[in-house]
């Protein structure tokens, strides 16, 4: 678990048109180097926050929202995409390999938490000039996408 907060917390996309709430610890913090996460983000690599999606509530704005199915994903399955149409924000994913689960950004937070790395997946696809995530063991670095085992572990969260 990355942040062990029971607190609510608040966030929004740039225009702050979007808004939502999650309670509750995350039960993953992760760090894609993927294609299509650097794409839909437009860095490096993204980090997201992985929360039940129970424990997931946009507050406002959801009208505003527009889904992308990304069907050219390394895994062969389709990965739905949520943005603003207003600012562009990426604000959720949803993978059909972790049903119930709301993957979310989290530069999107109001607030920095005190967010840490529990893995990093797809490092085959990761640019040159990135290091290592610090804090990630060995055993949670993962060439392309996390094995059965790291699913057993997020999904025994729920």
């Known amino acids: 678990m990355s942040v062990s907060s029971d607190k609510a917390r608040t966030g929004s996309c740039l225009s702050k048109k979007v808004t939502f709430k999650t309670t509750g610890p995350d039960i993953n913090c ?11 983000n437009g860095s490096t690599y993204t980090v997201k926050a992985w929360f039940p999606d129970k424990r997931f509530k946009f507050t406002s704005g959801e009208d505003l929202l527009k889904q992308h199915d990304d069907s050219d994903t390394n895994t062969g399955g389709i990965v739905n995409r949520w943005f603003c149409s207003h600012c562009g924000s990426p604000i ?5 390999r972790v049903p119930g689960i709301s993957i979310v950004h989290v530069g999107l937070f109001d607030e920095a ?3 840490r790395i529990d893995f990093e997946q797809w490092r085959k696809s990761r640019m040159s000039f990135v290091e290592d995530i ?6 949670c670095r993962y060439y392309d996408f996390p094995d059965k085992r790291e699913f057993e ?6």
């Open 113 to 115: 938490w005190d967010w």
């Open 134 to 139: 610090p804090g990630v063991s060995d055993d």
């Open 92 to 96: 959720l994913t949803r993978s059909f």
């Open 30 to 40: 992760a760090v894609c180097h993927c294609t299509n996460c650097r794409r839909n």
């Open 153 to 158: 572990r997020v999904m025994a969260k729920l």
